[in-house]
């Protein structure tokens, strides 16, 4: 890129991000490169100098009911105690899916963590999230779960043998795992967690928890000096240390930093609530994974609240209700997966249920119950993460969300356990994907129009976050080009808004902008017809001046199914549900249409690779086959496009 481009593309960043963000991130180049980070964050156990009155935990988090949980999470707990046994032989499941070697150290000589900010020192692994992973400590809270059920010493043993290791090797603010400072918050939170539960095991002696009180101070310590890092982001980072902040703070609550961590970790909670969630409840990322993790983060601070003898603000509360519906409204109830929106990196804080980390059931009901007042599911083994933070399983009458409040999200139910939704945001912060009129079709838990989700981050190319673009989302892609201009691997400018229309009763619509430059206006109808069928009517109008004759291309993403293309640009899909029919058509269109299906980056019909296409990823560095069927054609706009979906009944 040429410096004047460089230039102009930082301008614009800065432009559109607002001068809050962009003077915050530029707060932080400055701390990192003129010194002062590393001088406010030593690489020294600065508070093993302190008595040890200092660091004497307060044990404040009540462990649940043994016999009420047990029989709650009966169904699941074999497959908690199969997990740890896997974790004690040294492997763990990374971003809930691949099992991988439980890697606590890194790097041989880890240097001090700004080193690597400023690129002074680098790392051997291509993608920092694998480093990240097992140094969130969620296999850690998998063994304390595995010992409070057995009460086996071994889980014990693991926790502190591996809790050696991960010190030894990541002395404080050193190495990646000390980069980032969310990160060092998420691992002090289940550190503190895992305290608890093992506090009694004959392998926590003394000692051990000693050394761990010293090292949860020097964590909390780590993260006020770059909260301007965490302010610049506008997202999870923040909600995160404020957080790890107040954790500590009431875990040693006689440290002399503890007021501060308190008072500044309260603060700034309440500040990211009030900035990060819109009214209707969507949170500021855009993401069903990430929309989780704040769920959870909040619902970890309900518990230390709770400890204080605090409530949360109103205007904090009625924002968590509203993010606590607008995730119960998109939970399929009879798998209890969502729709895979925006970026997924495989959060799971905190998994202190039993179930699968797809499952989203648990925290959809233990939020309901902690901001809703009501249980959004009837009782089930997703009570059990409500046990666990103390909030009553009380017999209730589970409530479904009315049609009016699931048109106004744009989502619509039919009579056959079958939902979709259409997906149209109005952007106040940075978007995570172009993915503006995507629908969503589920039927009978199973997800027949989906997400292709994220893959990863960090990669070599194509694979550098590349299902971010438009063009493997279940929306229409004009002359090749993404709805907005993308100016990094997380950074789109020129953001596409969404203008939703008044829903009617069988149906929602909206319209997207992100093509007024190349002359066109995406508008879009889904509409349920009779039991399984779905009815979607794309339509490409001139957006002003003489129209210019534009390819489009209508993507569809489905599960890697038999297939069979019919006559009329109709694909027969064999389901495990039974056959389903997917047609598409273009009235009034006289002119030549192709239809072509990929698997894997390659057409199953002429042999043309397009690596990014054919895919969908569950969670984080997990790809699995799918197929894109794709519609394209070249017309002056007006253009109708109109899929059916017919799913068994």
């Not at 069903?288 to 230390?304: D, E, K």
Request: hydrophobic share 45%.
């Amino acid at each position: 890129m040429k410096p004047f481009d460089r230039i102009s593309l930082r301008l614009k960043t800065a432009s559109q991000l607002g001068f809050r963000q962009s003077f915050n991130f530029l707060q932080y180049q400055l701390g990192l490169r003129s010194g002062f980070f590393a001088l406010r964050t030593p690489a020294l156990e600065i508070n093993a100098l302190l008595n040890e009155d200092c660091l004497k935990p307060n044990w404040f988090f009540a462990l649940p009911e043994m016999s009420l949980l047990s029989r709650v999470a009966a169904p699941g707990i074999p497959a908690c105690l199969s997990e740890a046994d896997r974790i004690l032989e040294g492997q763990m499941p990374y971003f809930g899916g691949e099992w991988r070697p439980l890697t606590l150290a890194p790097e041989k000589d880890p240097q001090h963590w700004t080193h690597y900010e400023r690129g002074s020192a680098h790392a051997n692994l291509k993608d920092i999230k694998y480093a990240w992973e097992p140094a969130r400590f969620n296999w850690a809270v998998a063994l304390a779960k595995a010992y409070f059920f057995s009460s086996d010493n071994k889980y014990a043993q693991a926790f502190w043998q591996n809790y050696a290791c991960f010190r030894q090797a990541n002395p404080v603010n050193q190495g990646l795992n000390w980069t980032s400072s969310q990160e060092v918050a998420l691992r002090l939170i289940a550190l503190v967690v895992c305290a608890h539960v093992f506090r009694d095991a004959p392998a926590s002696t003394p000692e051990n928890l000693s050394a761990l009180s010293i090292n949860i101070a020097d964590h909390a310590g780590r993260i006020p000096p770059t909260i301007c890092y965490a302010r610049a982001q506008h997202n999870n980072h923040l909600l995160s240390e404020a957080v790890g902040l107040v954790t500590a703070a009431l875990f040693l609550p006689a440290h002399p930093d503890s007021p501060q961590w308190r008072k500044l970790g309260l603060r700034l909670f309440n500040e990211g609530v009030r900035a990060q969630v819109a009214d209707d409840g969507t949170y500021v990322q855009h993401s069903t994974n990430y929309h989780r993790l704040f769920l959870m983060v909040s619902l970890w601070m309900q518990v230390l609240l709770e400890k204080e003898h605090l409530i949360f603000e109103d205007a904090v509360l009625n924002r968590l209700a509203a993010a606590a519906q607008w995730l119960a409204l998109r939970l399929d109830r009879t798998s209890g997966r969502v729709p895979n929106l925006g970026h997924n990196d495989g959060s799971n804080f905190l998994p202190f249920s039993c179930l699968d980390f797809q499952d989203y059931r648990p925290v959809v009901q233990a939020a309901a119950r902690a901001y809703l007042a009501r249980p959004a599911l009837p009782p089930g083994p997703w009570d059990d993460l409500c046990l666990w933070l103390d909030l009553p399983v009380i017999p209730q009458k589970s409530e479904l969300f009315p049609p009016e409040a699931q048109r106004s999200q744009l989502i619509l139910t039919d009579n056959s356990q079958g939902w979709a939704s259409l997906r149209a945001a109005a952007f106040t912060s940075r978007p995570a994907h172009a993915d503006q009129l995507h629908v969503e079709i589920w039927h009978r838990g199973v997800n027949f129009a989906m997400d292709a989700g994220t893959f990863q981050y960090n990669a070599p190319p194509p694979w550098e976050n590349a299902l971010a673009a438009t063009a493997v989302h279940n929306t229409i892609t004009i002359n090749g080009r993404d709805q907005m201009t993308r100016a990094g691997k997380f950074l789109w400018l020129d953001w596409a808004q969404a203008q939703v229309e008044s829903p009617a009763l069988d149906s929602v619509a909206a319209l997207h902008f992100g093509y007024r430059n190349l002359g066109v206006i995406h508008r879009r109808r889904l509409q349920k017809r009779r039991a399984a069928e779905w009815l979607i009517t794309d339509e490409l109008l001139p957006a002003g001046g003489a129209p210019r004759e534009v390819k489009a291309v209508l993507n569809w993403l489905v599960p890697d199914w038999p297939f069979e293309i019919m006559q009329d640009h109709c694909v027969a899909l064999r389901s495990p549900l039974g056959p389903a029919l997917l047609t598409i058509a273009a009235p009034g269109y006289a002119g030549p249409a192709l239809i072509d299906v990929f698997r894997c980056g390659e057409s199953q019909l002429t042999g043309q690779q397009n690596s990014c296409l054919g895919w969908v990823s569950p969670t984080y560095g997990l790809k699995l086959p799918a197929l894109s069927i794709q519609f394209t054609l070249n017309a002056l706009p007006p253009i109708q496009i109109r899929t059916q979906f017919l799913l068994p009944v």
